[in-house]
């Protein structure tokens, strides 16, 4: 199972939006609405953002969404503040039964 | 409130083993299914494996870089799963992370990871 393909690294200023993608294939993304998204600072474990293409775990910030279009998914969020700097991961369920991650990106808040 | 707390990390040698624990707590144990993942240094995440509950058959399944070498179990009786790890090599070293699952959705709940270190 390959991961998925995440951009290694984005970057917005305080106040902006930005929208992390997560592409996969019809055997995974496409496949399910079982996509997830971490947040993981430095020395932390990761921080579940969202579930299932567009939940929101109670206590996660509502400028954090979620969506998907064909076999990529999206984290978008908006009102971009300095706490957000961090790493971002996707994951999703397979056909095959199995989890796979992204390869992580990178969010630098300037 | 789901408490997962992972034990048995350590030092292991090349071609050694190692056996990590996770008790689990807050919810009810047997019916999820249970993941493990881990964490190279500066690396990201990668999907370990599942085991999945009684009335699943306690099915598993694993990533290709551990299949035949890494075995999940679980003990419904003590709420704990386990994930056994022989031939153990280099790049195994990583943080694990014990995962409760749920069935019909990819919502997760996360341990704090316990650290294993293969070197010589």
């Known amino acids: 199972q390959s991961a998925l393909t995440q951009p290694a690294s984005m970057s917005g200023s305080p106040g902006q939006s930005i929208t992390i993608s997560c592409t996969g294939t019809?055997?995974?993304?496409?496949?399910?609405?079982?996509v997830s998204w971490y947040q993981q600072h430095p020395g932390k474990a990761p921080k579940l953002m969202i579930y299932?293409?567009?939940n929101r775990p109670s206590g996660v910030s509502d400028r954090f969404s979620g969506s998907k279009s064909g076999n990529t998914a999206s984290l978008t969020i908006s009102g971009l503040q300095t706490e957000d700097e961090a790493d971002y991961y996707c994951?999703?369920?397979?056909?095959?039964?199995?989890?796979?991650f992204g390869g992580g990106t990178k969010l630098t808040v300037l | 409130e789901v408490q997962l707390v992972e034990s048995g990390g350590g030092l292991v040698q090349p071609g050694g083993s190692l056996k990590l624990s996770c008790a689990a707590s807050?919810?009810?144990?047997?019916?999820?299914?249970m993941h493990w993942v881990r964490q190279a240094s500066g690396k990201g995440l990668e999907w370990v494996g599942r085991?999945?509950?009684?009335?699943?058959?306690?099915?598993?399944a694993y990533a290709a870089s551990v299949k035949g070498r890494f075995t999940i179990s679980r003990d419904d009786s003590t709420n704990t799963v386990y994930l056994q790890m022989n031939s153990l090599k280099t790049e195994d070293t990583a943080v694990y992370y014990c995962?409760?699952?749920?069935?019909?959705?990819?919502?997760?709940?996360w341990g704090q990871g316990t650290l294993v270190t293969v070197s010589s």
């Open positions: 995962i409760r699952g749920y069935t019909s959705s990819w919502r997760h709940h």
């Open positions: 807050g919810f009810t144990f047997s019916g999820s299914p």
């Open positions: 085991i999945r509950s009684k009335a699943n058959n306690y099915a598993t």
């Open positions: 019809t055997s995974d993304v496409g496949a399910y609405n079982y």
């Open positions: 299932d293409v567009i």
């Open positions: 994951s999703s369920y397979t056909s095959s039964g199995t989890g796979v």
